[in-house]
């Protein structure tokens, strides 16, 4: 049966026909998987996308040509049964992935999150022990904290009843819970083309006090205003000696020149291990809005092709971990909108940010800003192209980008990729000669400016 068969077939609906009815579900069905299958085995590989744009192509052809929606009905692909369903429109449900579903397949399979609302499978379904309702992982992972005196993984809006001596209770009132939100200033250094941008960086450094660790954050706290840092407490760090410093989010320019100023100048390595603190890492949150879908898929491609692992665990001083991840398997066309992988290297679950987490924490200046400059490039790199594919995104395009962007902005950055002779093979590049020149120029000049930096040992 052709295309123009089936129109006619359906066209011939009586709705006060049940048998005829029931003949037409089955028809149309057919007729659709055939044509799946027929699309299937034209091509050696078809993408999900490429699937789901066939199916959508075929059913608004059939739902255009026929009177399926004026009788009530709705042509769906099932994304849990895997089969085109025609069905009541009253049954059709949408998820959280924007995927169709019908209510069968709800009922057996699926769940509304409590806190979002959105529908999603049950794979994903999480609930906290002593708080009701159940929720999606992303929600779960948002609204939930590790208490810091048992671990125990609580909802926000719960206090931890466990057993615990006083003497901890009131030394580690000065931390703030790790649940605790910093207040949004938005800071610049002038006004004007980066609040256009929206572009705004929040960075979060996990630290190991050497001595004292309520004198060590007092210290450290008279280098900020307070209404623009938290001292928080982490269950995943040191239960006496750890804590985390979160930033409120500034423009890259401002980071760099002013909030951490008072903060280097304090010599924090003399006061905190990070390098060397157990289990510190340190991770960057960037503003979501500032790129389109398309650029955050991009984004995503870059982070996880194992092609481009070297480069970014050479730059990051760690390899993956438990609270980060390499997701090896994302492509273009992988849902930006991740439900449960916040401990990934790039974790898309925030709803406002995008957070970078691979890094291992350092304190010394050249490196910390070495960790912002990378991910500030990467993102300029990305939001100048016009691509809207999974293509050129290899850590060789990056790196071709750079050259081409030489900037004094990146300097810390630089000098590290010299000192692992990344460029090293460009110097008897005839073609290369200007570009290479003027890299070595800039690292050089960074060197000379700044020896007691580059001589400052990691811890």
Avoid at 6 to 30: A, C, F, G, P, W
Avoid at 34 to 46: A, G, H, I, M
Avoid at 350 to 372: A, M, P, V, W
Wanted: charged residues 30%; negative net charge; contains cysteine.
């Amino acid at each position: 049966m052709n295309i123009k068969e089936i129109i006619s077939y359906v066209n011939q609906y009586d709705k006060n026909d049940e048998d005829y009815l029931d003949t037409i579900h089955v028809k149309v069905q057919n007729f659709c998987e055939k044509r799946l299958e027929d699309f299937n085995q034209k091509f050696d590989f078809v993408s999900n996308l490429k699937r789901d744009n066939f199916n959508k192509s075929l059913i608004k052809l059939i739902k255009s040509r026929t009177p399926i929606e004026s009788a009530g009905l709705d042509l769906i692909y099932c994304y849990e049964h895997l089969a085109f369903e025609l069905i009541d429109e009253s049954e059709v449900i949408h998820t959280t992935n924007n995927d169709t579903i019908c209510s069968e397949a709800y009922g057996d399979h699926y769940f509304t999150c409590d806190s979002c609302e959105e529908i999603d499978h049950i794979d994903n379904e999480r609930e906290f022990n002593n708080y009701q309702g159940i929720y999606c992982e992303s929600c779960y992972d948002n609204q939930g904290y590790n208490c810091s005196r048992c671990d125990e993984y609580m909802h926000e809006n719960e206090n931890c009843d466990c057993e615990h001596d006083e003497d901890y209770d009131e030394d580690s009132h000065y931390l703030d819970e790790y649940r605790t939100r910093v207040f949004l200033a938005y800071l610049v250094l002038t006004e004007g083309t980066e609040i256009i941008e929206k572009l705004f960086y929040g960075i979060e450094v996990e630290l190991h006090a050497r001595d004292d660790r309520h004198d060590t954050v007092e210290e450290l706290r008279d280098c900020f205003n307070n209404d623009q840092i938290l001292f928080k407490q982490d269950g995943s760090l040191d239960r006496d000696q750890g804590f985390e410093v979160v930033s409120t989010n500034c423009s890259f320019e401002y980071h760099k020149e002013v909030f951490w100023k008072s903060f280097f100048e304090k010599s924090p390595n003399n006061l905190c291990k990070a390098w060397h603190g157990k289990d510190c890492g340190l991770h960057i949150h960037f503003s979501r809005e500032a790129f389109t879908t398309n650029q955050i898929r991009r984004l995503n491609c870059f982070y996880n092709d194992s092609a481009n692992r070297k480069l970014i665990v050479d730059i990051a001083g760690r390899d993956e971990n438990q609270y980060c991840r390499f997701q090896p398997n994302r492509d273009f066309n992988s849902p930006i909108k991740t439900q449960g992988e916040k401990y990934s290297v790039i974790n898309l679950d925030n709803r406002d940010t995008i957070e970078i987490r691979i890094f291992r924490s350092n304190i010394k200046q050249i490196s910390f800003f070495k960790y912002l400059e990378f991910v500030h490039s990467v993102n300029s790199w990305i939001r100048a192209g016009h691509q809207n594919n999974g293509e050129n995104l290899l850590w060789t395009d990056y790196m071709d980008y750079l050259l081409k962007n030489i900037h004094k902005d990146y300097s810390n950055l630089l000098v590290f990729l010299d000192d692992k002779k990344y460029f090293d093979h460009l110097e008897n590049i005839e073609t290369w000669q200007p570009i290479y020149e003027e890299f070595k120029s800039v690292v050089e000049d960074f060197r000379i400016e700044n020896q007691e930096l580059i001589q400052e040992g990691v811890e």
